[in-house]
């Protein structure tokens, strides 16, 4: 029976001509976006692969610093886009993409898109997940709100219940055809993913494939969750007008009031320190340590001492290696540590601040659904992070290669001065980055799960047990 | 007339607080509107925070240089090659900054504030770079940047076209929904006032709310007695939009359909100019003029400075002083510090125009990129407002730019007095200390929004125009051959 | 007075209408009668000026209804088959606001009165209308027409959905604003009702007019037997 009603809600929406071409218009900006970023991708790969290119010629021309200086001199590395984030840019436009790897100095990543438009980058953006997230929840509601509601004022819901269909099937059936509309444009939207995937060459690896997979069934959930509340709320109304002034106000409000909110909340409940005091506090913190470039350290004297007593000899003349390069990389190691503490911190109160969204991720489906969305294109803040991370582990074995090669590439000469041998510094490679598995994702990103299934739970529940109230004959005119 | 306007106008008010939809959205808008002042305020309050944090820590950092020249020192005891006599040391310790200051309005159009750093530090030596600021949003939380901020602007941009949908969607279309448009026509006096009345009615009421909106605003940021000019552009642009979206609605309904039908119609009108206009226009500007990786900036922060660094320094002299006539090379060779001090100066200044290059490039790309985003404005009218909006507040891009210019004057001040110092070759004084810590302006960066916001939405008000008249002829048309109202 | 002359109207290939040519008196109440689709609503409809003729003219107190709608929809008093209102409003807010449309401002007490006049009881005047029966709303519409005190009143099928009693009175009140000086046209079904409350029938059959009958002479079984004798004859 609940087929026969599906069948019969598709025929309707099929005979309107307004729900098909919402429908149509969902479907081509679908299209669109993912055509776009495939072609944004492939811009920003190519400009990607120049700057790296144009780095390592500058990289591999020096010729006339010592480990140290080149330390100075530094690299950079530039953070490459998730193979996904076509579907969903996430937070990607607002993070830097290019780090300056640099002796003495961890920078933050720099130059975010964002850094470089107008305000028009507050104002969304042209992706899949977006669409998915925030716009497709509001066609549904706009095809969806009057999906019983105008069967109660033209008559047939009397005719169907009188002929002896449970109410529940009428709205399973309603609520299946809707859902069965969604599943069109994220499949469409997937086969189109892929099928511009493959024509470029790009690799679908299984790590892809699941996610792509898990972005399409989060999305897929998410508005399952919106139909069937949609089509409950046509039913409990009773008149299609209110319906759909109801579907509109929540749809407001959980799309585009609470994720703000609940983001100014966040960092209200676990504020971040003043960008002017957590680099000052750093900077204290930093000046703690050993200073490299002071020799009359006293925390420098005892490093030396330790050394000297390391290899039994008495002066620094006397020394197989450059003492320099090793009290460079201990004022290293300990500025390490002090980015650990602060950035960790940092870090810390980030994470909580998310924390506080996927609480609330359970008062507000949208909200999870984004968070996954973000989270399986591999462009949520937990991803951005590990390029931050990776980037400085990067830096710290670079830096530490340079200092090593400061100490021992030379040879002490009979004067007792350090003599530095001439460096190929073309060996050292450049940044790799590791992309993360969708079980990090998953990790990070099970408050949202469980939020989504809890809605779905209820949602399901509601439509099961929430028929008892629902009128069946409108209150006239 | 005057008594349909009248019982139009009781007729609204009962449609309306009847209505426990209608009553609730316009509560929650309300709301909205309150939060995102005293959001908006908070934000700046953090901003202002940030700025005394930034002079307090100068001030330390002065102060205590301050006190070695009382004192007859040069520098710390435990650090005796500081010489703040010299003007590379000088310059490290007259700390300063060039800073934004938010406009009374900016808590009502936080615009990019959040995004884009507000200082940075004027210091010749110290690598000091207009577009070097701090990235607030990669230290920050990411994601909350990409929820989007919640001010006055935002509520007006986005949430007001929703609550104007919501009063007047069914404005005529609910009457053919029931069936007595026939009714209405043979009772009313003139159609077409009545019809105007009912569609004006919802707008006007919209209208008085953002003005109530924009009078907390101003009152509570101060707005109104700081900045009134300014304030009264704010509130003039919005109602404008108001009217603008006004008319948008107003087409629709002319088309004469039922309310399911003109709901979908206005909303398809919001999800296009407030939804896939800005984000489309966005990745299509950004696909024709991407942002990349800043290969260019990062060249010349690195190899073309390194190059700058360890060239031969006579490459570099002639340009200098080509630059500066009032200047001359030593008669006499000065002491191997001194020559190695203006060496650097030297190498310091043919840096700094490359800075000066790389920074017109970037003030040049987002100006086109700007300029690709304007041809698209008379479609993109939630831009064109919050843009406006945001470059009356000084929080907008071009405000930035400003700043931005205001950086490269300032470090290339310091670095004009510090080259003065240095040419004297005396150590530096306590007074010409002082002087190094004109920081450049701490100033708001608000004005008038550029002219072409305007006609922008004058165009799409006048293509709605347009198409009220339009829709109402064929509408009318044809209701005369079918008879179907 | 309410005239038609020569008027035509189609809907494609359709003739609603062919060379229709009426009068209703000052006075006068004018009964249409015929079967579905013989185009008694789309004579209402381009009496009302929501249709437009293809040929001829509709006039309503001496003004041309095609040339100045407005003017005549100023005198003319209008009752659809089903008359929908405002839902949230009460009958007596209903009546107030299409009143108050109309440029006629009444007391309280004077709205309440042509509610009860209208045949609907004083318990329901302040009411939510969405609360109403067809035949209560239809009151409330009928209270809306009259209040108007139009120089002329065209109702559609009016009687359709009342009960007897709320027929009867319907058809008194007719009565009642005829003799006040009004030209009423009334399309209907109920030839008993034609004949309790109008001067003149016409019948009308494929958009033509085949009889005109004077009901005062005539029982209602001998009208019902004409009625259907000319609907054989045309079949």
Redesign the interface.
């Known amino acids: 029976m609940i087929f026969r009603l599906f069948l019969l809600e598709l025929r309707s929406i099929r005979s309107d001509g307004r729900l098909l071409a919402l429908v149509a218009v969902a479907l081509s900006i679908l299209l669109l976006s993912v055509w776009i970023g495939a072609e944004s991708q492939r811009v920003v790969t190519e400009g990607r692969t120049a700057a790296m290119e144009t780095s390592r010629q500058q990289w591999e021309s020096i010729d006339r610093l010592s480990a140290h200086g080149v330390g100075h001199y530094g690299s950079y590395v530039y953070k490459p886009n998730s193979p996904l984030s076509t579907l969903d840019s996430g937070v990607m436009p607002f993070t830097g993409k290019v780090v300056r790897v640099e002796a003495h100095v961890q920078n933050p990543p720099a130059h975010s898109d964002a850094a470089s438009w107008s305000s028009l980058v507050r104002l969304g953006a042209f992706d899949a997940g977006t669409i998915l997230a925030h716009l497709l929840p509001l066609i549904l509601a706009f095809t969806a709100f009057s999906s019983v509601a105008r069967d109660r004022e033209t008559g047939l819901l009397r005719v169907l219940v009188a002929q002896g269909v449970p109410l529940r099937s009428v709205l399973w059936g309603k609520s299946l055809a809707y859902w069965f509309l969604s599943l069109l444009l994220v499949g469409a939207l997937i086969i189109a993913h892929i099928a511009l995937g493959q024509a470029s060459g790009e690799p679908l690896t299984t790590d892809i494939k699941t996610r792509l997979m898990l972005f399409g069934a989060s999305h897929s959930l998410h508005l399952l969750i919106v139909v069937l509340l949609s089509v409950w709320i046509s039913a409990r109304v009773s008149d299609s007008r209110s319906a759909l002034m109801i579907l509109m106000i929540a749809w407001l409000v959980t799309t585009v009031v609470l994720p703000r909110v609940t983001a100014e909340l966040s960092s209200q409940i676990f504020p971040l320190r003043s960008q002017i005091t957590f680099e000052d506090d750093m900077k204290e913190d930093r000046a703690k340590g050993l200073d490299g470039h002071n020799p009359r350290d006293e925390r420098r004297d005892e490093v030396r001492q330790q050394v000297l007593e390391e290899y039994g000899v008495e002066e620094v003349r006397q020394l197989p290696v450059n003492i320099g390069g090793i009290l460079m990389q201990k004022d290293e190691e300990y500025g390490n540590q002090v980015w650990d503490e602060h950035f960790g911190r940092r870090h810390d109160t980030v994470r909580k601040q998310i924390g506080v969204v996927q609480a609330i991720s359970f008062l507000d489906p949208f909200l999870a659904a984004r968070g996954l969305s973000m989270a399986f294109a591999g462009t949520d803040q937990f991803h951005d992070a590990q390029f931050q991370r990776q980037s400085e582990n990067y830096r710290r074995d670079l830096i530490k290669a340079l200092n090593d090669l400061d100490a021992k590439a030379g040879k002490r000469e009979a004067n007792g001065r350090w003599r530095r041998e001439k460096i190929d510094y073309s060996e050292i490679a450049d940044f790799q980055f590791e992309p993360q598995t969708v079980d990090f994702a998953l990790k990070h990103r099970w408050p949202e799960i469980a939020a989504l299934l809890t809605w779905l739970i209820a949602s399901l529940a509601l439509l099961h047990w929430g028929t008892r109230r629902i009128p069946i004959v409108g209150t006239g005119r | 007339m005057i008594?349909?306007f009248?019982?139009?106008i009781?007729?609204e008010y009962?449609?309306i607080s009847?209505?426990t939809?209608?009553f609730?959205?316009i509560c929650?808008f309300l709301f909205?509107g309150f939060?995102a002042i005293t959001?908006g305020a908070?934000h700046v309050e953090?901003w202002k925070?940030?700025l005394v944090?930034?002079e307090s820590?100068d001030l330390e950092q002065r102060t205590e240089a301050l006190g070695w020249f009382a004192n007859g020192a040069v520098g710390p005891e435990?650090?005796?090659w500081i010489n703040i006599t010299q003007p590379r040391w000088a310059d490290r310790y007259a700390a300063a900054h060039a800073a934004m200051v938010p406009e009374p309005l900016a808590a009502l159009a936080i615009?990019?504030s959040d995004?884009?750093?507000s200082w940075a530090v004027v210091s010749a030596t110290r690598g000091a770079q207009p577009f070097?600021t701090?990235?607030?949003?990669?230290?920050?939380?990411?994601?909350?940047?990409?929820?989007?901020?919640?001010d006055l602007v935002?509520v007006l941009a986005?949430?007001m076209p929703?609550l104007l949908?919501?009063l007047m969607?069914?404005v005529g279309s609910?009457?053919r929904?029931?069936?007595?448009m026939?009714?209405?026509?043979?009772?009313?006096?003139?159609?077409?006032f009545?019809w105007l009345l009912r569609v004006s009615m919802p707008v006007f009421m919209v209208a008085a709310l953002v003005l109530i909106l924009c009078l907390i605003g101003g009152v509570r940021t101060g707005a109104i007695e700081a900045t009134f000019d300014q304030w009264l552009s704010y509130c003039g642009i919005s109602l404008g939009y108001t009217f603008l979206w006004g008319l948008l609605f107003a087409a629709v309904l002319s088309a004469g359909t039922g309310?399911?039908?003109a709901?979908?119609w206005m909303?398809?009108l919001w999800?296009g100019f407030?939804?896939?206009v800005?984000?489309?226009?966005?990745?299509?500007v950004?696909?024709q003029m991407?942002?990349?990786?800043?290969?260019e900036?990062?060249?010349v922060?690195?190899?073309e400075r390194?190059e700058i660094l360890?060239g031969n320094i006579e490459n570099y002299k002639g340009p200098f002083y080509a630059a500066r006539p009032q200047l001359s090379p030593p008669v006499k060779t000065p002491a191997r510090a001194i020559v190695s001090d203006m060496d650097r100066l030297v190498r310091q200044a043919a840096f700094m125009s490359e800075v000066e290059g790389v920074s017109q490039n970037?003030s040049e790309?987002?100006v086109s990129?700007?300029a690709a985003?304007a041809r698209f404005g008379w479609i993109n009218p939630?831009?064109v407002y919050?843009?406006a909006l945001?470059v009356l507040s000084g929080?907008?891009?071009?405000s930035y730019r400003q700043h931005r210019q205001v950086i490269l004057d300032s470090v290339k001040e310091r670095q004009e007095a510090l080259i003065q110092a240095q040419w004297k070759m005396k150590p530096v004084d306590k007074e010409t200390f002082e002087s190094l810590f004109s920081h450049g302006p701490w100033m708001g960066y608000g004005q008038a929004p550029e002219k072409g916001t305007y006609s922008q939405l004058l165009v799409l008000a006048a293509a709605a125009f347009v198409a009220t008249g339009a829709f109402s002829r064929i509408r009318k048309s044809r209701?005369?051959?079918?008879?179907v109202? | 007075m309410i005239e038609t002359r020569e008027v035509r109207k189609s809907y494609g290939t359709t003739q609603a209408l062919d060379a229709l040519t009426l009068t209703v008196n000052p006075g006068e109440v004018l009964g249409l009668l015929g079967p579905n689709g013989a185009g008694k609503t789309t004579t209402i409809h381009l009496l009302a000026g929501f249709l437009q003729p293809d040929s001829g003219s509709v006039i309503i107190d001496g003004i041309d209804v095609v040339k100045n709608p407005d003017g005549a929809r100023g005198r003319l008093g209008y009752i659809p088959e089903n008359v929908a209102l405002y839902p949230f409003l009460s009958a007596m807010e209903n009546l107030q606001h299409f009143s108050a449309l109309a440029g006629l401002k009444f007391r309280r007490d004077e709205l309440a009165k042509k509610l009860v006049t209208s045949g609907l009881a004083s318990d329901a005047i302040h009411r939510p209308v969405s609360t109403f029966s067809k035949g209560m709303r239809q009151k409330v519409g009928i209270a809306i027409a009259t209040s108007k005190e139009a120089k002329a009143l065209v109702l559609d099928e009016p009687a359709s959905g009342l009960d007897p009693h709320a027929s009867h009175e319907l058809s008194m009140l007719v009565r009642k604003v005829a003799d006040e000086g009004a030209a009423v046209l009334m399309a209907t079904h109920d030839l008993f009702r034609a004949k309790e409350s109008c001067d003149r029938v016409v019948i009308l059959q494929d958009g033509k007019l085949v009889q005109e009958l004077d009901p005062r002479s005539l029982t209602a079984n001998d009208l019902e037997k004409i009625y259907l004798k000319q609907m054989e004859s045309n079949a």
């Open positions: 008594s349909t009248l019982a139009l009781q007729f009962q449609r009847r209505s939809m209608r609730v959205a929650v909205c939060y959001s908070h953090i925070q940030s944090e930034l820590r435990d650090r005796d615009g990019l995004i884009r750093s070097r701090s990235d607030p949003s990669t230290l920050g939380n990411a994601e909350k940047l990409l929820a989007g901020n919640f935002f986005y949430l929703l949908l919501v969607f069914d609910l009457e929904d029931l069936g007595m026939r009714m209405v026509r043979t009772q009313t006096l003139s159609p077409r009545w309310s399911s039908t709901a979908l909303v398809g999800i407030c939804v896939i800005p984000a489309a226009v966005r990745q299509v950004s696909s991407p942002t990349l990786y800043a290969s900036t990062t060249s922060l690195r190899a390194y360890l970037l790309s987002e990129r700007e985003v939630a831009y919050q843009r945001c929080t907008e891009s071009v209701e005369r051959k079918t008879g109202v």
